[in-house]
């Protein structure tokens, strides 16, 4: 089985802060309305995941909690299942990952995938892993 790597907060010190660590873990198989993705880059957002860190805003329960950050991942396609054929090997993609070396997008409705859009502008991994910032600035906007 194909091993990942991704990034964990867990329940930390006494002053409240979490500790970051980076655990291995197994690539799950998809399923057939899943696409496997294999991560180039990841966008921190400095609001939630401070939160996140610092365990502010959180429950006790959450606190006590493992929590995987992040919400945004760039990529290229491993796989995908059966439901999926708009996404082939190898096909450059923005989904909603964690921190991870992998990511499995899935899909409610493979016929209209929201979770996962290609990338077929010319643009960096950095500045398409921005864009989701700007889209919560847009709707603190509206």
């Known amino acids: 089985m194909q091993k990942g790597r991704r ?17 291995e873990f ?12 294999r991560v180039s880059r990841t966008q921190v957002s400095a609001g939630s995941e401070t939160t996140f860190v610092t365990g502010d805003y959180m429950s006790e329960s959450e606190k006590e909690a493992p929590r995987y950050t992040g919400y945004t991942s760039i990529g290229n396609v491993l796989e995908s299942g059966k439901s999926m054929p708009l996404f082939r090997p190898g096909d450059r993609v923005f989904t909603y990952g964690i921190h991870a070396s ?4 899935e899909e409610p409705d493979p016929s209209n ?5 290609h990338l077929n502008f010319d643009i960096t991994d950095e500045q ?3 864009s989701r ?3 919560v600035a847009l709707h603190g906007i509206r």
């Not at 990034?7 to 655990?23: D, K, Q, T």
């Open 7 to 23: 990034i964990v907060s867990l329940p930390g010190r006494s002053n409240g802060n979490r500790i970051i660590e980076i655990e």
């Open 26 to 37: 197994d690539v799950p198989k998809i399923c057939d309305n899943q696409v496997l993705v």
């Open 102 to 105: 992998h990511w499995v997008s």
């Open 113 to 117: 995938p929201v979770n996962i859009q």
């Open 128 to 130: 398409a892993a921005m």
């Open 133 to 135: 910032l700007g889209d």
